[in-house]
């Protein structure tokens, strides 16, 4: 964003934080399109960014989708449509569990789509090492969760 003035002349202020939020989204954005396209000429058709940060929440035993919501900041709702899909996918599979909460996990195909894409973000691991250094990208994850922990502290005050 720019830091001139607007049509209305209202300054736009310059922030290291903007910065960081648009440089971390634009990794984030690159990195689940790498992984999507490379999946899904594995052969996972549905392996979408969105697909993968889903599965990305669910533990390796079993989820509910209370859970799974919360995690992701969605409705009960939407979570119950992207499991109905992602059962007829083969990913995962629901099954009755107690009172009227149905259990959610992986099938065998799903762990091996989490298994590959694992793999594929260790693949980028050793390029990351290569090129900007093992102890710079270690120092570069150290810090975001550093800033993360301070954020989240600005959150709860």
Same mark, same amino acid.
């Given at each position: ?6 049509? *209305?002349?209202?300054?736009? $202020? ?16 690159? %990195?689940?399109?790498? =992984?999507?396209?490379?999946? #899904?000429?594995?052969?996972?058709? =549905? ?9 990305? !929440? ?9 859970? %799974?919501?919360?995690?992701?900041? $969605?409705?009960?709702?939407? $979570?119950?449509? !992207? $499991? ?13 569990? #107690? ?35 093992? *102890? ?13 922990? %301070? ?7």
């Amino acid at each position: 964003m720019s830091i001139r003035l607007t049509k *209305n002349n209202i300054p736009m $202020v310059e922030s290291q934080s903007l910065q960081l939020v648009l440089a971390a989204a634009q990794v984030h954005e690159k %990195i689940a399109l790498y =992984l999507s396209e490379s999946l #899904k000429n594995k052969g996972y058709k =549905l392996a979408s960014p969105s697909v993968l940060n889903f599965l990305s !929440t669910l533990e390796c035993g079993i989820n509910f989708g209370s859970e %799974i919501a919360r995690t992701l900041g $969605v409705s009960r709702q939407m $979570v119950a449509k !992207t $499991v109905k899909e992602l059962c007829k996918a083969g990913y995962i599979e629901q099954r009755d569990g #107690k009172g009227k909460q149905k259990e959610i996990f992986f099938t065998k195909t799903g762990e091996l789509l989490m298994s590959d894409a694992r793999q594929l973000l260790a693949d980028i691991d050793t390029v990351l090492n290569k090129d900007v250094g093992e *102890n710079e990208l270690k120092a570069t994850v150290t810090e975001l969760q550093s800033i993360e922990q %301070i954020i989240s502290q600005l959150s709860t005050e």
